[in-house]
T-cell receptor, first 111, second 114 residues
Framework: KQEVTQIPAALSVPEGENLVLNCSFT??????LQWFRQDPGKGLTSLLL?????REQTSGRLNASLDKSSGRSTLYIAASQPGDSATYLC??????????FGEGTQLTVNP | NAGVTQTPKFRVLKTGQSMTLLCAQD?????MYWYRQDPGMGLRLIHY???????AKGEVPDGYNVSRLKKQNFLLGLESAAPSQTSVYFC?????????????FGSGTRLTVV
């Protein structure tokens, strides 16, 4: 059974800081690894998807990396802004198009 | 584009009552999912469907039933609600075309069972 863990559970940083969110998974037989953003009381918004054959994906100030052999993914956020405050979830897709989610990292960026 | 629409957005049920949550998507996605989100436990898959007329159990299917009679709709039913089913329920749909994937989530249904 796939298990996904995210560290840290919560993170508070000053505006402008670069930061890294971590995600680990137990079963390396994944199709892809995805990062989502969730704002309070809202649904999930897809940020980045890294296919199993890829090492990283970038979108603006966000960069996600994937190391299948070690069962790890990181989400790097450059020059953080208060608008980045949200919960960030990673999810591993395994057979049958099923996503297994981590518990999330709650990020607060202080002005 | 509406994307994925969930109804209702909020509901309070008494123990033992039944209800159906409706999920509708207008993106012609083949795959649809129901998740529940509880504090400290992330999102857990309840049931999913890989196409019209198909359904499959996810991680936590007990106490729920689903139907996918039309491609655009995925219904989640609670036959006899229990307090343990108090949660936020999210529907999602996805496409998988070659190496391309895309997931879209609804805004959630907050269900309280008293």
């Amino acid at each position: 059974k796939q298990e996904v863990t995210q560290i840290p559970a919560a993170l508070s940083v000053p505006e402008g800081e670069n930061l890294v969110l971590n995600c680990s998974f137990t079963d390396s037989a994944i199709y892809n690894l995805q990062w989502f953003r969730q704002d309070p009381g809202k649904g999930l918004t897809s940020l980045l998807l890294i296919q199993s054959s890829q090492r990283e994906q970038t979108s603006g100030r966000l960069n996600a990396s994937l190391d299948k052999s070690s069962g790890r993914s990181t989400l790097y956020i450059a020059a953080s802004q208060p608008g980045d405050s949200a919960t960030y979830l990673c999810a591993a897709e395994t057979s049958g198009s099923r996503l297994t989610f981590g518990e999330g990292t709650q990020l607060t960026v202080n002005p | 584009n509406a994307g994925v629409t969930q109804t209702p957005k909020f509901r309070v049920l008494k123990t033992g009552q039944s209800m159906t949550l409706l999920c509708a998507q207008d993106m012609n996605h083949e795959y649809m999912y129901w998740y529940r989100q509880d504090p400290g436990m992330g999102l857990r898959l309840i049931h999913y469907s890989v196409g019209e007329g198909t359904t499959a159990k996810g991680e936590v299917p007990d106490g729920y039933n689903v139907s996918r009679l039309k491609k655009q709709n995925f219904l989640l039913g609670l036959e006899s609600a229990a307090p343990s089913q108090t949660s936020v329920y999210f529907c999602a749909s996805s496409y998988h075309q070659g190496g391309n994937y895309g997931y879209t989530f609804g805004s959630g249904t907050r269900l309280t069972v008293v």
